[in-house]
Structure formats: C-alpha cells, structure tokens
C-alpha cells in the first residue's frame, strides 16, 4: 500500500536522501488495543480480511481457538488466545491478545531492508510496506523484533498490517477498530489514546489489577500500536509479548555504519593496489630469466633449446 | 642515474612450460565469472548506493532470486578446483620464509627469495581464505535463502548469519581483489589461466622449484 503522497513520508527504507521536511509533521496516530475489554470475537479479523479483501484458507482445528495458527500473508491481524493461572489469587484468566503490526517507531524492518522504498514511515507514525517495491527478500523478518512480516510464497512480497493507511489517509479509523464490538480496539491521535489508557489503568488497578499498564516500548522508540495490559509486569504471559522488545543488535550491526567501512575497505585495496603498480612498477620476466629456463631445459634432455621468437 | 641502458642479447631463448590444463582453466572461469556476478548481485542488496547494480540483472526481485543459484554454481565449481589444487596448496617451511621476507615480496625482488614450487604462500593464503569464506558463505547463505530454507533456523541464528554471510562476503571480495592483482602486477601470468601456457622465464623467476621438476619430469619421458 501507498495511500500518502511522497511529502507525507518520514523514512524511506534503503534511502540515503533526506526526506521532505518543510511540511509540519501534524499528529501522529495509534492504535489502543485493551486486552482487559476484549471478549475474542474476532470481529477485527474478519473486518481485516473484509476490508482488505483477503481470503484466507480453511484450516484445521487443533485444539486452540487460535485460527489461523499464526499470522499469515493474508491474515493481518490474529487473536493470540492464553490460558494463565494467576499464582497471586488462583484466578483463572483468559488472555486475549490482537497481534500484528506494532509500527514501531524506530521500525527494525525499515531499517533491515534492503530496497529503496519498499518500507516507508509516514510522518503520522505508520509503517507501511510498498509492494511494488518488494523484493522478498525477507530482511524484514530479521529486522522485526515482533515477529510479524509474513512472506508470500505466491509471490514473494512481504505483508503485514497497514494499520489501514488507505482509510486513515481519507480520516476514518481502521477496519478492526470499527469492528470491534466492546470498544477493546481504539484508534485516534496517540495522544489522546495514551490519555484514554491512562483512565483505563486506573479504572483497572482500582478493580485489583496492580501491574496493569499501557505497553508502549521505549526499546523501539515506542510503538503506534499500544496495548493495554492487566499485568505490564509480564507481558510474555500475552502469548510471548516482549518484555523489551529492541532491534537486535545483530542486525543493528549488520545494518550500521560498519558497511561503509567495508565499503571503505574494497575501495582502499582497489586504490591501494593501483598505487602499489605506480610506485614499484610491473613484475616483469627479464631475457635472463628465460635464458636461465632454456638452459635449464637445455641441460635436462641434451637437446638444442629452439628459440621461439627473436628479438633484436 | 636516471638513463637505463639495457643490453639485449640477440637471440633471446624462449621456452614454454604448460601450467593448466584446459579442463582446469574452464574450471576456474566458470567460478571467475559466478564470482564476479556474485559481488554485483551482494554489493547491490549490501549497501542502498549500490542497490542499482540489481538493474544488471532485471532488477531486485530477479537479483535476490538468482544470487543464491549463481553461489550454488560457484560452490560446485569451486569444489571441483579445490579437489584439483589442495595438495599442491600445502604449507611448507618455503613458505614461511616467504612471508618473514614480505617486504622483498612487494617490492618484486624475488632474487632474495627462496625457490618455491606451483604457488607461493601468498596464493595459497588465497586458496585457503578463500576456500574457507565459501564453506562459512555458503552455510550461512543457505540459512537466509528464505524462499527454500525458511524457518529452518531460529530468528536470532537467522540474524547471525546474515551479519556472518556479510562479513565473510567482504572478506572474500578483499581477498579476490588480491588474487586478481596479483595476476596484473606478475607479468605473464593471466596467460597460464587464458592460454594454459606460461613461459619458462616466468617459472624462472616465480617457481623455479617447480620448473625444475617439470623440466625433471620432461627429461625422465
């Protein structure tokens, strides 16, 4: 997807220009997922696939309410289901987590890609994926510290959330948001959203839920899509949410300033080779060199060495 | 003095010695060539001011399908120059002289040198870097070729090799830069890789050693 022009965009991936700034960057949106209000419909996937127009395919039952198994091409979003015994009360609880797209703000896949364009921020905060752009390379995965880009083995192009940039672009709140029955999905200015949250944890800690917090990680300079949690304490309860999550210094090492060095590197003992044949010259076989061969072979078979060529 | 005079002999000799095979040299272009499409196609997805180099090849797509083929036909080509040339590429106490004396190396006063035999340890450190970098590109290559072997590592391994398959890259580009160097500054030598022939001066001066036994060789027939 692309739904912004060209001045709404703050970070091109694989781009060494810089992009347009002039225009004040305006508000920046998110997404409040509150896992306390959430029943697990699933009303957000089937507006997801709805408005997305994605067909996803019938799977198999195992034993859990996930479905599908986990995030795929075509399903953008999923609801992660975790059963948790809370040693603090013996109380059973349900956790009911919406995974997919953090937009991030300091996106790990933007950075680990290697094609220009084909991950783009805009100044609102979204992360988007430019399909046109894709090369399937799968960077992005490594680059992902959530786990989210699925790679289309159709055709090769990454997909992911948009946090529906085309419905945001025109001012309308994404499909699940809209979907969602119980208001557990919430979509505005990240402002107000934090606003929003900061009422619910306290609604929550009044009704016994100590830890309950927003998730909004600083490791990757926060993140457009937030979650409320009862117990921010332990997020990996939340079928694995990280606690920390960051960009792995892995591929932080892999993608820094290191590769112009290497860079550096060749070109050094390019010019450095060149420089090396300027000073010392050509190595070249002298006439004695071959003389000394031909007596050599002259002095092995007892022949008379026939010269090949002349020269005078 | 600046004027060199040089008395030529009017008759020089000439001799020949043949170095490789025609098998050997089709070997060596064909992992030449997968080498040199390689780098372009890894600078190109390396570095975003090289990401035009994917028009080479139809662009992005096309470079990130094809550059694992072309690594795989380089390490059957390469695998079969290893079996033809790890014996002659053994260390020996030659060599080490060699490399104490690195200094007459570079500046071609190979008079101070000890004879040596089919490569010297500079080659040799080539063959064996770079036989080393193939084995750690191609694990580390195979991890990451998503379309085949995904999921086939954890993301934190996949990640490792990725930074690994870099580096390793980096350092066989250094070293390929050295080898092809070498073939320019060294008079005479491209041709035993073009023609299979090089001349017996050159042996002369670079592998007498192993003149000496090919002349040996020669004279035992």
């Known amino acids: ?312 | 003095m600046a004027i060199e005079i040089e008395r030529r002999p009017l008759i020089v000799e000439r001799t020949e010695v043949k170095r490789y095979s025609a098998s050997a040299r089709v070997n060596h272009w064909i992992t030449a060539i997968c080498f040199v499409l390689l780098t372009l196609s890894g600078l190109a997805l390396f570095h975003p001011s090289l990401f035009f180099l994917t028009d080479l090849f139809g662009g992005g797509a096309n470079t990130r399908a094809f550059h694992p083929w072309i690594g795989v036909v380089l390490v059957a080509s390469f695998s079969v120059l290893f079996v033809r040339f790890w014996r002659l590429n053994l260390w020996n106490r030659d060599d080490t002289r060699w490399m104490t004396q690195i200094g007459d190396v570079v500046k071609g006063e190979e008079e101070h040198l000890p004879e040596l035999g089919k490569y010297n340890a500079g080659q040799k450190m080539v063959f064996w870097g770079t036989s080393l970098l193939l084995i750690v590109l191609l694990a580390s290559g195979l991890v990451i070729w998503d379309q085949y072997f995904h999921g086939l590592v954890s993301i934190n391994v996949n990640r490792l090799a990725a930074l690994t398959h870099s580096l390793a890259a980096i350092g066989a580009i250094l070293i390929i830069i050295v080898h092809i160097y070498a073939g320019i500054w060294v008079k005479g030598t491209v041709r035993a890789m073009t023609q299979g022939r090089v001349t017996g001066g050159w042996a002369w001066r670079h592998h007498r050693k192993w003149l000496r036994s090919e002349v040996k060789d020669e004279g035992d027939h």
């Open chain 1, 1 to 312: 997807m692309a739904s912004y022009q060209s001045l709404d965009i703050k970070r091109r991936s694989a781009s060494t220009s810089t992009p347009p700034t002039v225009r004040s960057t305006g508000l920046e949106v998110a997404k409040l997922i509150d896992v306390s209000k959430c029943i697990g419909c699933k009303a957000c996937q089937s507006a997801c696939l709805e408005w997305n127009n994605l067909k996803e395919e019938v799977g198999v039952n195992t034993g859990v309410y996930d479905n599908p198994h986990d995030l795929t091409p075509n399903s953008w979003t999923l609801m992660r289901f975790s059963e948790w015994d809370n040693p603090d009360n013996g109380n059973f609880e349900w956790l009911i987590r919406k995974d997919g797209c953090m937009h991030c703000a300091d996106p790990g896949c933007l950075k680990a890609c290697p094609s220009p364009g084909a991950i783009v921020q805009y100044t609102n905060g979204i992360v988007d994926f430019v399909s046109e752009n894709c090369i399937g390379c799968a960077y992005c995965v490594k680059g992902c510290p959530f786990n989210i880009p699925r790679i289309s083995q159709v055709d090769r192009k990454a997909y992911k959330c948009t946090l529906c940039s085309d419905r945001v672009s025109v001012g309308m709140g994404p499909a699940c948001a809209k979907a969602c029955p119980t208001a557990a999905i919430m979509f505005g200015t990240k402002e107000d959203m934090k606003d929003q949250a900061a009422q619910r944890i306290v609604d929550l800690k009044s009704r016994g839920f100590a830890n309950a917090g927003l998730y909004d990680p600083q490791g990757v300079g926060g993140t457009h899509v937030m979650y409320v949690l009862h117990h921010l304490d332990k997020p990996e309860i939340y079928a694995g949410l990280p606690k920390d999550p960051q960009i792995s210094p892995l591929v932080s090492a892999w993608k820094g300033g290191a590769k112009l060095l290497a860079l550096g590197a060749i070109a050094f003992a390019a010019v450095g080779a060149f420089f090396h044949h300027t000073i010392v010259g050509p190595n070249r076989v002298t006439d004695t060199d071959e003389a000394n061969a031909a007596d050599l072979a002259e002095e092995a078979n007892g022949a008379e060495p026939t010269p090949e060529t002349r020269t005078l």
